[in-house]
């Protein structure tokens, strides 16, 4: 934090305490405020209003705010590459020793729990929503496996979701 000589020692050190503490009570105590919770909820109040201080501690917390929202942008970057991956990387092929396809499985769990986390993000669900399962979707194929067993076996499985 620079210097500002329109705050005092005491103005200032309350300002670096609310950034490390978030708590206007505690921050005034810790800065040498004297008096109860009520009395330093009042000083606090009055200090967080000063235009001075206010200024201030927008200045002092502007670099860890773009570090958060960096960190946000990174972790809903990672979640958008996870949701909008094509199917096809969600397979596991596994081979027999002869090189032939002894069987496949398409997991779709991680990719419907990001698309989850992304649309909670953005708002797309009520709060009634907020305790919905997210689906696990697994799918096996057996060489030989019909196109009409694959089908059923779809279909039983959705059937058991609910």
Known sequence: MKHDSTLTPKQQSFILHYIELGNGVAAARAAGYAGNDNTLRNAASRLLT??????????????????????????????????????????????????????????????????????????????????LHIPSLALHYRPGMTEEEARQKLVAFLRNQH
């Open 50 to 131: 000063n235009a001075n201080i206010s200024k201030s501690l927008q200045e002092a917390s502007a670099p860890a705010l773009e570090k958060a929202q960096a960190t946000i942008n990174r972790v809903l970057q990672e979640l958008a590459a996870i949701a909008f991956a094509p199917w096809k990387d969600y397979i596991k092929i596994r081979y027999d020793k002869e090189g032939n396809v002894a069987s496949a499985k398409l997991n779709l769990t991680q990719k419907l729990a990001a698309l989850r986390m992304l649309a909670e993000y953005l708002g797309m669900f009520n709060n009634s929503d907020k305790g």
